[in-house]
């Protein structure tokens, strides 16, 4: 069993930054590729980045140059580090782990993005 848990989530203006991160319960996190996803009211759950086992990272288009992934494995933890925040940003933040069949996900963490 793997459990994960999101923070960093919050209230912020347009044009401000706030970093995700996603702890995992255990020692084998190295192995494992990793995700950000995002759902807002209305829309479907997507894909805004993700990053292998090897390091290998990919964005969503509407994300690309403000936000950044990464993982600390040391510390059994992944970042989401957004800058230049936009109002449609705004949503419920998702971690996701997966190694082969073994697929996990996070609780959630809020986004609200707002002037």
């Known amino acids: 069993q793997v459990q994960l848990v999101e923070s960093g989530g919050g209230l912020v203006q347009p044009g401000g930054s706030l970093r995700l991160s996603c702890a995992a319960s255990?020692?084998?996190?190295?192995?494992?590729?990793m995700g950000w996803y995002r759902q807002a009211p209305g829309k479907q759950r997507e894909l805004v980045a993700g990053i292998s086992s090897g390091g290998t990272t990919n964005y969503a288009d509407s994300v690309k140059g403000r936000f950044t992934i990464s993982r600390d494995n040391a510390k059994n933890t992944s970042y989401l580090k957004m800058n230049t925040l936009k109002p449609e940003d705004t949503a419920v933040y998702y971690c996701?782990?997966?190694?082969?069949?073994?697929?996990?996900w996070g609780q959630g963490t809020q986004v609200t993005v707002s002037s």
């Open positions: 996701n782990l997966r190694r082969g069949s073994d697929v996990y």
């Open positions: 255990r020692s084998i996190f190295s192995i494992y590729d």
